[in-house]
C-alpha cells in the first residue's frame, strides 16, 4: 500500500501575530485562510497565496510559558539565520520593485544566479524569504524529472 501525502503547512516564528498578518497580506499581498483561537495565547493563524491551495503558512508564535524564554529565542533566531520560503516569480526585478515600494525590507536587490534571478527579504521577525524568477533550464529540469538535490 503507497501512503499518499502533501505539503499542507509551513510554520514560521513570529513575536506578534497581527504584525506579521498585516506584513504577508498588505505587503505580500497574501490572503487570511484561518484565525482562530485556541486556548489562553494559542492562536491558529494562517495565509496563502489567493491563488494557491496549499501549502498555507502558519505564522506562529512560540509559547514562553510552553517552551520557556531561551527556546523561544532559538526558535526565532533560526528562521533569521536559514530561509524559510522561496516565492517563484515570473520577473524578479517587477516584483523586487513593487514589494520594495510597499516597504518590504530587502537584504539583496535581484542578483543574476546559475538558477535565475534571486532577490532576498526579510519579514519583520527577520525570517528570510528568496524571491525567486527561475532560468527555463531549471523549469524544463523540474517538468522532466531530470534528478533531484541530494
Not at 505539503?7 to 506584513?23: C, K, S, T
Not at 491551495?53 to 505564522?59: F, G, S, V
Not at 534571478?117 to 531549471?138: H, M, Q, W
Request: proline share 5%.
Amino acid at each position: 500500500m503507497q501512503v499518499k501525502t502533501h505539503l499542507a503547512m509551513i510554520p514560521i516564528m513570529v513575536r506578534d501575530q497581527d504584525e506579521a498578518l498585516h506584513f504577508y497580506t498588505e505587503k505580500l499581498d497574501l490572503e487570511k485562510r484561518t484565525d482562530m483561537t485556541l486556548g489562553p495565547g494559542m492562536r491558529w493563524l494562517t495565509v496563502a497565496p489567493k491563488d494557491q491551495k496549499k501549502p498555507e503558512i502558519a505564522l506562529a508564535k512560540p509559547d514562553v510559558l510552553l517552551h520557556g524564554q531561551e527556546r523561544v529565542n532559538e526558535l526565532m533566531e533560526y528562521g533569521s539565520r536559514n530561509i524559510s520560503l522561496v516565492w517563484h516569480t515570473d520577473d524578479c526585478h517587477k516584483t523586487y520593485e513593487t514589494l520594495l515600494a510597499r516597504g518590504v525590507r530587502f537584504v539583496s536587490a535581484p542578483t543574476e544566479q546559475l538558477h535565475g534571478v534571486e532577490a532576498i527579504f526579510k519579514d519583520p521577525d527577520g525570517n528570510t524569504s528568496v524571491l525567486l524568477e527561475p532560468r527555463e533550464v531549471c523549469h524544463v529540469a523540474r517538468k522532466h524529472r531530470a534528478g533531484t538535490a541530494a
